[in-house]
């Protein structure tokens, strides 16, 4: 029995949802850095296995604002929303979840039952995935603890558990795409966003270092 299903993914900006498809699909499908709504277009990454198809589609993070490109960028995401047959929720267990954890857990309360959660960066300094947890019982009750993963991309644990959960709840079906692809993104595009990674980047450490130079010399 074949499955296959569009994942979409959610969550605010620099949770470690590009981290987690470029994980999961084994290549370089996302760009990834530390400034926040570095994804900027629905991209998709291709997983394909003896179980099946799972097609993840890495979205812009959700962030309140009122600005013209942040507006764009929650219509990008939610397209995905509601394309996708299943939706993969991604939390950075560090942070504290605050009104823009809300406002995702709102966009997500119609889809409690096609949604799976990942508690991501467990590893990381100051992890609470209780926290997180409690979040998710007040604002999302009707996600059970079975659709509920504490994850590592840094130490890749706990993907294997949150993979089998998906395969599982996608419905049978054929696979979308060739065995082989890991995206269906065309190759100009993919040195465009690479391109794009290393300006963002390179951008970041000059301002960091110009701002240490400035405060030697004050």
């Given at each position: 029995m074949s499955k296959?299903?569009?994942?979409?993914l959610s969550g605010r900006p620099s949770v470690g949802k590009s981290t987690l498809v470029n994980l999961v699909c084994?290549?370089?499908v996302a760009i990834v850095s530390s400034v926040p709504q570095t994804t900027r277009n629905a991209i998709r990454g291709i997983l394909t296995r003896p179980e099946g198809q799972l097609v993840f589609v890495d979205t812009p993070g959700r962030h309140v604002s009122e600005k013209k490109l942040n507006k764009k960028l929650m219509d990008v995401a939610d397209r995905a929303l509601n394309d996708s047959e299943l939706v993969l929720y991604v939390l950075y267990a560090a942070r504290a979840p605050g009104p823009e954890e809300e406002e995702v857990a709102r966009r997500l309360a119609s889809l409690q039952d096609i949604t799976v959660v990942a508690i991501n960066k467990t590893d990381a300094?100051?992890?609470d995935p209780k926290r997180a947890i409690s979040f998710l019982e007040e604002f999302l009750p009707d996600i059970p603890a079975s659709r509920r993963f504490e994850i590592s991309c840094y130490k890749k644990e706990g993907i294997?558990?949150?993979l089998t959960?998906?395969?599982?709840?996608?419905a049978e079906g054929e696979a979308l795409?060739?065995?082989e692809y890991y995206t269906d993104q065309d190759m100009p595009f993919r040195i465009s966003e690479i391109?794009?990674?290393k300006a963002i980047v390179r951008l970041k450490e000059e301002l960091n270092a110009q701002t240490w130079n400035?405060?030697?010399i004050r």
């Open positions: 296959a299903a569009f994942v979409a084994g290549a370089k300094i100051g992890a294997e558990a949150l959960c998906l395969f599982e709840m996608a795409y060739p065995e391109i794009r990674e400035f405060a030697l």
